[in-house]
């Protein structure tokens, strides 16, 4: 009984957690990404390895191909086949887009 509160306790912090990361980012500009990945994964270590990109947090999403998602220059809105994101650290030219949370 003790271990499913304590699994619904974590799964509702880790909620609350992605939650709130996407309530912090409403300021920043929408990306479509051509792949996002776990920082943690293997093709993703392997990426940000080859970039000589370090990372404190491996815990993250990491979104590469990475372009502006904008209605005002004539285009759509739209993310396709691409994945939209928003992200706390694009200044890597649209390469590697770091700590990604989906918009859905």
Do not use: W, Y
């Amino acid at each position: 009984m003790l271990c499913k509160k304590f699994v619904s306790v974590s799964a509702l912090a880790t909620l609350a957690a992605g939650a709130s990361r996407a309530i912090e980012r409403q300021d920043q500009s929408p990306q479509c990404c051509q792949q996002v990945l776990r920082a943690d994964s293997s093709d993703g270590q392997a990426i940000l390895s080859l970039l000589n990109i370090v990372l404190q947090d491996f815990n993250v999403l990491v979104g590469f191909g990475c372009a502006p998602i904008s209605v005002s220059d004539g285009g759509s809105g739209t993310c396709s086949p691409g994945t939209p994101v928003v992200c706390a650290d694009a200044s890597h030219g649209g390469i590697v887009d770091l700590d990604c949370v989906p918009i859905t």
